[in-house]
Every structure is written in structure tokens, then in C-alpha cells.
């Protein structure tokens, strides 16, 4: 009876220690979510223009930063077919272009940008926004959204890009 009680007291403490350590991990901080962009940024910034990838490479790139739900759309909207290989793979390209669907750009990280943590399900989220003011192009609400699973330990990644215009 002794050795039940230990073993069960035992089993009380580590569920309770377990619990307590995955509930209080940290979100990343402003900055940290700030460096990630800026990675993912220039990781997406090295495909652009011309330059000859393979499907494989793409994905490869930016798995590191982004759900493979946001490669493959990247991919089959923003890749164009530039050619086929000696060995018969298939190559794409970024088309030079101002439009900058489904591609990172810089917040200014001012009082303006809200950062807000979410959870839903088995996920949490972190939803970067800022409204721009461009004369040029339209004001608009840029909006990035990162995802992870809560019981994880991967990085957040990001899961969507979005510019809502003003009419």
C-alpha cells in the first residue's frame, strides 16, 4: 500500500511538473517575433527575380519560415515556369514585379504595430498588423499570421500574408 501511495504521489508531482512547464513557455517577445520576419523576409527575397528553382528547392527554402500550406500556395501563385532541366526537372521563377502578394515586407514596429497572441483549438497564433498609409498603392491593413501547435516544440511559422485594402 505504501509503494502505491508513493508511486502514485510520484505520478501527481510529474503530471503537475509537466503541466506547469509546457503552460508557462514563453511567447516569443516583439523583437524575437521581429527577427523571424526579417529572416523570413530575406530567405523569400533570395528567390526572387529570374533566378531558376525547382519545386523541391522552393519548399526547401522556406520551410523554415513558412507551413507548407503557404508553399504551396506561394508556389503555384507567385512561380512562374522558366524552364526544364538537363535532367528533365521542372524550374520556376519569381517574375520581377511591384506587386507584393504573398510576400514579406517590414512593419515600422511603432506604437502603429499591434501584436496580438491567440489560441484556438490545438493551435496558437501570433497576429502581426499595421495599417499603411500609400498614396501609390492604396492605404491598407498588412497582416502576418504565424501558427504553431500548442503542445510543440517548433518555431511558429507563418501562415498568412494579407493586405486588406481600403475601398
Known amino acids: 500500500m505504501k509503494r502505491l501511495f508513493s508511486a502514485?504521489?510520484?505520478?501527481?508531482?510529474?503530471?503537475?511538473?509537466?503541466?506547469?512547464?509546457?503552460?508557462?513557455?514563453?511567447?516569443?517577445?516583439?523583437?524575437?517575433?521581429?527577427?523571424?520576419?526579417?529572416?523570413?523576409s530575406a530567405t523569400q527575397g533570395k528567390l526572387c527575380c529570374w533566378n531558376p528553382y525547382s519545386k523541391t528547392a522552393v519548399s526547401k527554402a522556406l520551410n523554415k519560415y513558412f507551413t507548407n500550406g503557404f508553399i504551396?500556395?506561394?508556389?503555384?501563385?507567385?512561380m512562374e515556369f522558366y524552364g526544364i532541366g538537363k535532367s528533365g526537372l521542372l524550374y520556376n521563377t519569381i517574375l520581377p514585379t511591384d506587386n507584393m502578394f504573398m510576400f514579406l515586407t517590414d512593419f515600422s514596429w511603432s506604437s502603429d504595430t499591434k501584436v496580438s497572441y491567440l489560441r484556438a483549438g490545438k493551435y496558437k497564433y501570433i497576429r502581426i498588423s499595421e495599417f499603411v498609409y500609400n498614396e501609390m498603392d492604396g492605404n491598407n491593413t498588412y497582416t502576418v499570421t504565424l501558427i504553431k501547435a500548442i503542445d510543440s516544440a517548433q518555431p511558429y511559422k507563418i501562415l498568412s500574408i494579407d493586405r486588406a485594402y481600403e475601398e
Request: hydrophobic share 50%.
Open 8 to 40: 502514485f504521489f510520484v505520478m501527481i508531482l510529474l503530471f503537475s511538473f509537466l503541466t506547469t512547464a509546457s503552460a508557462s513557455t514563453p511567447e516569443p517577445s516583439r523583437t524575437q517575433v521581429h527577427v523571424l520576419l526579417n529572416n523570413a
Open 72 to 78: 504551396d500556395t506561394f508556389f503555384s501563385e507567385r
